[in-house]
């Protein structure tokens, strides 16, 4: 069935740092891929997405590149910032069979001023 | 604008007991998602609704069941309350085939 695998957390920046969290997925056909950030004590939010392959979705100084020819989705950002620090969720939503999202465990990220 | 609202927000159970959660997704959205986050954990699917029939169905323990009602809100009723239940409670709504689901802010759910 379809998976996501992100790089273990936390991730520990000082501010002005970049930032860089691995994602990777199998799925079967072309799946939408999305990335999510739940701040403390709030549900997730959708930080952006891409629906096919080399899209570039960018939302808030983050990016993350579709790459279907090593199934990675990273996210990306120049210059974190303290209220950047929150649990990243990388997410794939199936093109074939079931539509209902994967998400991979989440990435703690921390920033320090 | 109007989101995706869940009560209540917090909840604290003794083991054996039951409890109902409650998502009113965004007006107009028709498909309903469920899902369970343990402590450190993923999201886990557990159910999903559209049109007030069950969709999908995931890691949903035959404790737990769920419905939609004719105004689109949805509850997610827990039995036989275990210390494992003990986790956030997400529900997301969509428009059928759409891409992007939007989340509530959880239920967190205690079981003691």
């Known amino acids: 069935g379809d998976s996501v695998t992100q790089m273990e957390g936390p991730v520990t920046l000082s501010e002005e740092a970049f930032l860089t969290i691995n994602c990777t997925y199998t799925?079967?056909?072309?799946?939408?891929l999305f990335w999510y950030v739940q701040y403390p004590g709030e549900g997730l939010q959708l930080l952006l997405k891409?629906?096919?392959?080399?899209d570039k979705g960018s939302n808030k100084g983050f990016e993350a590149t579709y790459r279907k020819e090593t199934t990675s989705f990273h996210l990306e950002k120049g210059s974190v910032q303290v209220s950047d620090s929150a649990v990243y969720f990388c997410?794939?939503?199936?093109?074939?069979?079931?539509?209902?999202?994967?998400f991979g465990r989440g990435t703690s990220l921390i920033v320090h001023p | 604008a109007a989101g995706v609202i869940q009560s209540p927000r917090h909840l604290i159970k003794e083991k054996r007991e039951t409890a109902t959660l409650k998502c009113y997704p965004i007006?107009?959205?028709?498909?309903v998602y469920w899902y369970q986050q343990g402590p450190g954990q993923d999201p886990q699917f557990l159910i999903s609704?559209?049109?007030?029939?069950?969709?999908d169905k995931g890691s949903i323990p035959d404790r737990f069941s769920a419905q939609q009602f004719s105004d689109y809100h949805s509850e997610l009723n827990m039995s036989s309350l275990e210390l494992g239940d003990s986790a956030l409670y997400f529900c997301?709504?969509?428009?059928?085939?759409?891409?992007?689901?939007?989340f509530g802010a959880g239920s967190r759910l205690t079981v003691l």
């Open positions: 997301a709504s969509s428009l059928a085939g759409a891409n992007v689901l939007t």
């Open positions: 799925a079967t056909g072309y799946p939408s």
């Open positions: 891409a629906t096919k392959a080399d």
């Open positions: 997410a794939l939503r199936g093109s074939g069979g079931s539509y209902i999202p994967t």
């Open positions: 007006p107009r959205h028709d498909t």
């Open positions: 609704f559209y049109e007030k029939m069950q969709s």
